[in-house]
């Protein structure tokens, strides 16, 4: 936590230096919970690097009050949220040609190894109901508390409580077998 606060006072005074370290100290947390939530993998590193843009140019009117890992998972989440309005929108109007994460699109600079369990794991989220699957990701890749969640989400603490709970056992089914889709 000082750390980060190091980081954003030399951030607010135009520190490149301070801007790298936050950038890959929380980049692979960001893009995690950005690829469990968004629903094709341009958009998942296009929100990552907007909210990253964004930091950048509100950086010298920033306070950092809580934990900044929080705050840029928050604006993920925000962001990929949007995305995905937004893409359902244009879908109802079009049809949409992008590539879908599911497709198994691999370049040579992916940022994430793809494994058995990674696959599964993907696929196990990717099944879950939106709201439940953004409460999992939240705590889990953006160690966020479920307080935090809660308000993001707009709804009262135990409701984000009993989504992160049937998200989990629906993980468990599914990864087991139990479930089909």
Not at 44 to 58: G, L, T
Not at 100 to 109: C, E, I, K, N, Q
Not at 123 to 140: D, F, G, N
Request: proline share 2%.
């Amino acid at each position: 936590m000082f750390e980060d606060k190091m980081l954003v006072w030399q951030l607010r005074r135009g520190n490149r230096e301070a801007l790298r370290r936050i950038y890959e100290k929380y980049r692979d947390d960001m893009l995690r919970l950005a690829a469990g939530l968004a629903e094709e993998r341009t958009s998942a590193e296009d929100a990552v690097h907007e909210v990253f843009m964004s930091f950048v140019e509100s950086s010298r009117s920033f306070v950092l009050t809580g934990s900044l890992r929080g705050y840029l998972c928050t604006c993920v989440a925000n962001k990929v949220r949007n995305m995905n309005r937004t893409r359902h929108r244009r879908h109802e109007e079009a049809i949409d040609e992008s590539q879908p994460l599911s497709a198994g699109m691999r370049r040579p600079d992916q940022w994430i190894v793809e494994t058995e369990d990674f696959r599964r794991l993907h696929k196990a989220i990717s099944q879950l109901p939106y709201e439940q699957r953004e409460v999992v990701m939240l705590r889990l890749h953006g160690e966020m508390k479920f307080k935090d969640i809660a308000a993001l989400q707009q709804t009262p603490v135990k409701t984000t409580l009993s989504r992160y709970g049937y998200g989990i056992e629906k993980m468990r089914s599914i990864m087991n077998g139990e479930v089909t889709r």
